[in-house]
T-cell receptor, first 114, second 114 residues
Framework: KQEVTQIPAALSVPEGENLVLNCSFT??????LQWFRQDPGKGLTSLLL?????REQTSGRLNASLDKSSGRSTLYIAASQPGDSATYLC?????????????FGAGTQVVVTP | SQTIHQWPATLVQPVGSPLSLECTVE??????LYWYRQAAGRGLQLLFY??????ISSEVPQNLSASRPQDRQFILSSKKLLLSDSGFYLC?????????????FGEGSRLTVL
């Protein structure tokens, strides 16, 4: 069974510092990996999608890498801002199910202090 | 890109009362649709998924049910709510036509059962 783990569960950094969020998964047979942001009481917002054939994706200050062989993905947020405070979740899209099943990590809660 | 509408946004219901949460999708056709529940401080739990009209699969045995009466409409129901049904319910869709497997979420419906 695919398991997705996000460490640390919580992270607090001063403004301007770079954020490094980790996501690990146990089964490398994934179709893609997606990073989401969730603000309190809100739905999930898609940040980056990495296909299984790709090594990384970038959007503005965000960069996500994928290493399928080691079962790891890392989300980098450069020059963090207080507005980056949120919970960040990763999810893998499994190829073993024809209808497309997503397995989520529990998330990393990030606080960026001014 | 897809837009997902969920209503109501907030609901407070007594134990034993019925439930109906609605989700509609814009910007795509024949999407895969999902209902997730997020309990306080916990991860996302997949409740139901649908690959087409009238096609519903359940991931977790419970007193909830789902229906898909139209291509872009997904409804979560219960005949009699339990205290344990309280939580944040999220509707999501993935676009099977784009082949990316990217997942999009609505803003969620918060249910409190008293």
């Amino acid at each position: 069974k695919q398991e997705v783990t996000q460490i640390p569960a919580a992270l607090s950094v001063p403004e301007g510092e770079n954020l490094v969020l980790n996501c690990s998964f146990t089964d490398s047979a994934i179709y893609n990996l997606q990073w989401f942001r969730q603000d309190p009481g809100k739905g999930l917002t898609s940040l980056l999608l990495i296909q299984s054939s790709q090594r990384e994706q970038t959007s503005g200050r965000l960069n996500a890498s994928l290493d399928k062989s080691s079962g790891r993905s890392t989300l980098y947020i450069a020059a963090s801002q207080p507005g980056d405070s949120a919970t960040y979740l990763c999810a893998v899209y499994l190829t073993t199910d024809s209808w497309g099943k997503f397995q989520f990590g529990a998330g990393t809660q990030v606080v960026v202090t001014p | 890109s897809q837009t997902i509408h969920q209503w109501p946004a907030t609901l407070v219901q007594p134990v034993g009362s019925p439930l109906s949460l609605e989700c509609t999708v814009e910007g795509t056709s024949n999407p895969n649709l999902y209902w997730y529940r997020q309990a306080a401080g916990r991860g996302l739990q997949l409740l139901f998924y649908s690959v087409g009209i009238g096609q519903i699969s359940s991931e977790v045995p419970q007193n909830l049910s789902a229906s898909r009466p139209q291509d872009r409409q997904f409804i979560l129901s219960s005949k009699k709510l339990l205290l344990s049904d309280s939580g944040f319910y999220l509707c999501a869709c993935s676009d099977v036509n784009s082949f990316t497997g990217e997942l999009f979420f609505g803003e969620g419906s918060r249910l409190t059962v008293l």
